[in-house]
């Protein structure tokens, strides 16, 4: 069983029929996690026993003729950002502990409910804070294409557990791109959708304030929209939370068709870009463009870097998390990087952050005359190659921080946002394209992704065994 080579809603459907069991689909997730997890440092905890049970007991309601829900019997790995009720939520830190979760945060509840089956949770930097995957906690997690580098970040762990055939389902969160970014340097197609459409919620603020955006990821897009069918839609503690909106989004991604015309931007004005990573995305619009798309280049939509408002809000909010240990023993416990992302965040007045937000308007503002001359943006996924592990990644072969300068300005205007796998890249990763879309439009993203992927082809599988 390759959960890179079959479909969810097949694999699911598959359980429902009694083709295939749900114990057997979640004893081959543990198996391979077993035999492969050593090597990729994807997951931090598991919970083999509860996930064998909670499978045996989907096997005994189709036995007994109850009802399962879509995603019965499908194996799932939570980012260790969120809740899963009976696993630890550690944040990737050296100072949390391994008090075990009561509940489900409502992403996880509504998979859950779906049928999923969870088997553990996945790596993430400390407190979900940079583009690469790893932590004082739990080391480094290696990208499955290349174990010398990084599968991305935030959400690092759960796009090297599915490049590697792991699981075939994952949850992410995307502040600034950790969705996006290990899903472009992993291979699959991601989304960030609208913030509000996957309901944040639980006892606490998200980590990330109005930036975090939560959600399912896979290795195509039609499987993301199986799964987002399942938990998009309001929740009572989210006040943000969106109502449903159309039909399932799974059915209007198979009716995708290419786009008449986008925007194509190599830059968006202000990003320092790999020119080996430009001349790989500009061939991939070429292709486009052959395929019959019109292709409208704008090298100048913002006039400077998103960059300054984003990281205020950023770190006023790691500020607010972690700003009480300041000159406590516990200070150097935590990352390095994460440490001056919480200095930087305490210098920030309230007027620093108001005219951040300000800034959310002026951003959004400067896009709209795009979305007059095209339904979709596309950008470059990444600036820079990838990193090597404990490094930083890499422009023009300097080692740079803003290697992924293209995605958390879409955090900040807040328009849904993917990626999709254009191929390989130089340096035997897999590259990929940046996806937006203008405000609340996730449906048109999706379906231009499915319809992208078509041209593009399957880059494969990482080649793990």
């Known amino acids: 069983m390759d959960f890179r080579t079959v479909a969810l809603a097949d694999l699911a459907n598959d359980v429902r029929r009694r083709r295939v069991s749900a114990t057997e689909v979640v004893t081959a997730a543990l198996e391979r996690i077993e035999r492969l997890d050593e090597r990729f440092g994807a997951f931090v905890a598991l919970d ?244 019959g798309v019109e292709v409208i280049r704008l090298d100048e939509i913002w006039n400077e870097a998103p960059l300054g408002p984003w990281l205020t809000m950023w770190t006023a909010l790691r500020a607010r998390t972690q700003g009480h240990l300041h000159g406590t023993p516990d200070w150097e416990r935590i990352d390095e990087s994460l440490r001056a992302q919480i200095e930087f965040g305490m210098a920030m007045s309230g007027t620093d952050v108001i005219r951040a937000i300000d800034a959310i308007h002026e951003f959004n503002l400067a896009l709209e005359p795009v979305f007059e001359q095209a339904p979709l943006l596309l950008t470059p996924a990444t600036a820079g190659r990838a990193p090597r592990i404990g490094g930083e990644g890499v422009v023009n072969g300097a080692e740079v921080a803003n290697w992924v300068a293209f995605t958390f300005g879409f955090n900040l205007t807040r328009n849904p946002a993917g990626v999709v796998p254009i191929g390989m890249g130089g340096d035997g990763l897999p590259a990929a394209l940046q996806v937006v879309g203008p405000q609340r439009d996730d449906v048109g993203v999706l379906q231009a992704i499915r319809a992208f992927e078509q041209v593009f082809g399957d880059v494969g599988s990482a080649l793990v065994d």
Not at 85 to 104: H, Q, V
Not at 182 to 196: H, M, N, V, Y
């Open 48 to 291: 083999a026993d509860r996930a064998l049970a909670d499978a045996a007991d989907i096997d005994e309601r189709l036995v007994n003729g109850h009802g399962v829900g879509p995603l019965a019997g499908i194996p799932l790995a939570v980012k260790d950002l969120e809740d899963a009720a009976g696993l630890p939520t550690r944040y990737g830190s050296a100072l949390s502990d391994d008090r075990p979760a009561d509940g489900d945060s409502p992403l996880v509840a509504r998979l859950r409910a779906a049928g999923c089956v969870v088997v553990g949770k996945t790596a993430t930097p400390e407190y979900g804070h940079k583009g690469a995957t790893d932590s004082p906690a739990f080391g480094a997690t290696r990208n499955p294409w290349d174990p010398d580098r990084t599968p991305g970040g935030s959400s690092g762990g759960s796009s090297a557990a599915l490049a590697a055939g792991m699981v075939p389902l994952a949850t992410g969160s995307d502040g600034g791109g950790s969705i996006r970014i290990p899903s472009a340097l992993c291979g699959l197609s991601g989304i960030k959708t609208t913030q509000g459409r996957v309901p944040n919620g639980g006892p606490t603020p998200p980590g990330s304030g109005v930036f975090t955006v939560k959600g399912p990821m896979a290795r195509t897009i039609a499987d993301v929209a199986f799964a987002l069918d399942v938990v998009v839609g309001p929740h009572p503690t989210d006040p943000f939370s969106l109502p449903r909106s159309g039909a399932p989004w799974f059915e209007a991604v198979q009716t995708a068709r290419l786009p008449d015309r986008v925007v194509w931007s190599p830059t968006m004005g202000f990003a320092d870009v790999d020119t080996g990573v430009e001349a790989e995305a500009e061939a991939a619009v070429a292709r486009l463009a052959a395929a």
